[in-house]
């Protein structure tokens, strides 16, 4: 079975990624590869323009990252920036990837377009914002530690370095 089994990512990669010329070519022409193989994937997900729109969101999003990584001076040695600057870039990723969840959940693009309205007015502090808030401080607040000792200590798998009861409790 697993040497018939194939993924999504890995025939999108062979034979559609590639078949374009990958990244071998041109920097404008890599960046409209990705964003089609995105859309693509995109596609794949459903046969409705909420979900062709929110694989062209992903592929935009990767796109802006790669001309960020041809524009920077720094492109051969990175830098490693503060724990400050990591924190918003990780905001914004998570915000962005959050936003185009209302793409994937949404019916049809009127219902994307009515939540959208609905998210930028009328803002009313709701009782059930103070419970939405706690929820997101207990989930979101040790995830974000956990990420910035990743970060400092440039290892994803940090965690499985330590003694056994920090990883019990991580």
């Not at 935009?60 to 790669?66: D, I, K, S, T």
Request: proline share 3%; charged share 15%.
């Amino acid at each position: 079975w697993s040497r018939w089994h194939i993924s999504l990512s890995t025939w999108i990669r062979d034979y559609l990624f590639v078949m374009l010329g990958a990244n071998r070519r041109s920097h404008p022409r890599t960046i409209f590869n990705l964003i089609l193989v995105m859309t693509v994937i995109g596609l794949w997900h459903g046969a409705a323009w909420t979900f062709v729109l929110w694989g062209f969101h992903f592929g935009v999003l990767q796109a802006g990252q790669l001309l960020l990584l041809y524009m920077s001076p720094r492109r051969r040695a990175p830098r490693k920036s503060g724990v400050i600057s990591f924190l918003f870039r990780m905001f914004l990723c998570r915000n962005a990837v959050q936003f185009s969840l209302l793409l994937f959940r949404s019916e049809n693009l009127a219902h994307f377009m009515q939540m959208v309205r609905a998210l930028f007015s009328g803002f009313a502090l709701l009782p059930e914002f103070f419970l939405y808030l706690k929820w997101y401080c207990i989930i979101w607040i040790p995830v974000n530690l956990y990420e910035i000792w990743q970060y400092r200590h440039d290892d994803q798998l940090v965690v499985l370095k330590q003694k056994g009861w920090v990883r019990f409790l991580v």
